[in-house]
């Protein structure tokens, strides 16, 4: 599998992926992969999954990564553990797309063995009342949102 991560149960939300030993700030730690799907396609399959996942909330949710122009990430299938990275409002990851064809994981702070890995999924401010926050962080807004908007969402608090 991976030398570096582990997936399991996860406080935050059902699996979680921890690291299996100690993590060097700038480690690209996993690639996010998946099955390259249209932009059509992706808003088609994210409405979709989203509004199964307010009504299932145990199921989790949309598992798509914008890819390049072109293409996206449908990370929803049983090969891509990176898909149960949970989302923080404190990460110690981000998502990298060094060449708009390979999505990756990286460590932004050195991580410890059996800490969750976890990054800011970027959402945009469009319906994030959709997007509940359970990260636990001291500075967590309390939805899954891109650090940009979080402005927005303290005024109306």
């Known amino acids: 599998m991976n030398e570096y991560i582990i997936v399991k149960k996860s406080s935050v939300h059902n699996k979680g992926v921890f ?3 100690n993590i060097k700030k ?3 730690i996993i690639e996010y992969v998946g099955k390259k799907i249209t932009k059509k396609e992706s808003d088609i399959l994210a409405d979709k999954v989203l509004d199964d996942s307010i009504k299932n909330p145990e199921k ?4 798509i990564f914008t890819l390049n ?3 996206d990430i ?18 110690n990851c981000e998502t990298t797309n060094y060449d708009e064809e390979h999505i990756w994981i990286e460590a932004i702070r050195d991580i410890k063995k059996g800490e969750e890995l976890n990054y800011n ?6 319906d994030y009342k959709k997007h509940p ?4 962080s001291k500075n967590c807004v309390g939805f899954i949102l891109d650090e940009k908007y979080w402005k927005n969402i ?4």
Do not use: Q, R
Request: positive net charge; contains cysteine; charged residues 25%.
């Open 74 to 91: 449908d990370g929803n299938v049983s090969w891509n553990p990176a898909k149960y990275i949970n989302h923080s409002c404190n990460p």
């Open 133 to 136: 926050c359970k990260c636990g």
């Open 26 to 28: 700038g480690t690209k």
């Open 121 to 126: 999924y970027g959402y945009e401010l469009e």
């Open 69 to 71: 122009a072109k293409w």
């Open 19 to 21: 690291a299996k030993k």
């Open 60 to 63: 989790g949710a949309v598992y």
């Open 154 to 157: 303290k005024k109306t608090k």
